[in-house]
């Protein structure tokens, strides 16, 4: 992977607590899982950072390989990998990503 | 080789092999995706699948997923575009 790329995947994961990458952006999601993964976090009252992979091809890649997951969405909490959709959902329904969220001092407000 | 599930048999048969599943099912979910940049005409792009072995004992959901995307690697670079994955162990398979 380029080292620009890495570098700039470094610095957003790092420099905002919640990071999203996804295919389109959070108004809107060009596709159904990163779709899901923003409704989540919406639900949650999470701010967010989405970061649209679909406008950098390198960026689609290097975010792959940044992470060592061959799928996108990819949902980083203040620098830590969490997972893909899969995960995501999973670990809200159970409320796990709530508390985790806020173990990490996250701000979560759930919308009633 | 039926043409129409060459991918989910090979998936199959790897998954098998490698964690020996006491439950796997792999559902071919392409026709929902239909349309969008990642589904080929050729289908065989979106797969469902439930896994559960206790190969996944002890693991966090990002490790057993990464396990199986490591297991089906050459599928994912060649045709398959996502995997929605449920990896679960025999007791939280209830």
């Keep these: 992977m380029d080292n620009a790329v890495s570098e700039r995947i470094k610095n957003d994961v790092e420099s905002n607590d919640v990071v999203l990458f996804m295919k389109g952006t959070p108004v809107f999601p060009q596709c159904g899982f990163s779709s899901a993964v923003v409704q989540v976090l919406t639900h949650l009252g999470v701010k967010f950072k989405g970061i649209d992979v679909l406008v950098d091809p390198s960026l689609r890649d290097g975010i792959k390989t940044y992470s060592n997951w061959p799928t996108i969405p990819q949902l980083y909490v203040k620098g830590e990998f969490i997972g893909g959709c899969d995960i995501v959902r999973e670990m809200y329904e159970t409320g796990e990503l709530a508390e985790m969220l806020s173990t990490k001092g996250v701000d979560v407000q759930v919308k009633a | ?94």
């Excluded at chain 2, 670079?77 to 449920?86: D, G, I, N, Q, Y």
């Design chain 2, 1 to 94: 080789m039926d043409n129409a599930t060459e991918y989910a048999t090979r998936m199959r048969a790897k998954l098998t092999e490698a964690l020996r599943p006491s439950r796997l099912e792999i559902e071919d979910d392409s026709r929902r995706h239909a349309g969008h940049a990642g589904a080929g005409a050729e289908g065989e792009t979106h797969f469902n699948i439930i896994i559960v072995s206790d190969a996944f004992e002890g693991k966090s959901r990002v490790a057993r997923q990464r396990q199986v995307y490591d297991i089906v690697a050459d599928e994912l670079r060649e045709r398959v575009h996502a995997l929605s994955l449920k990896t679960l162990t025999l007791a939280e398979d209830v």
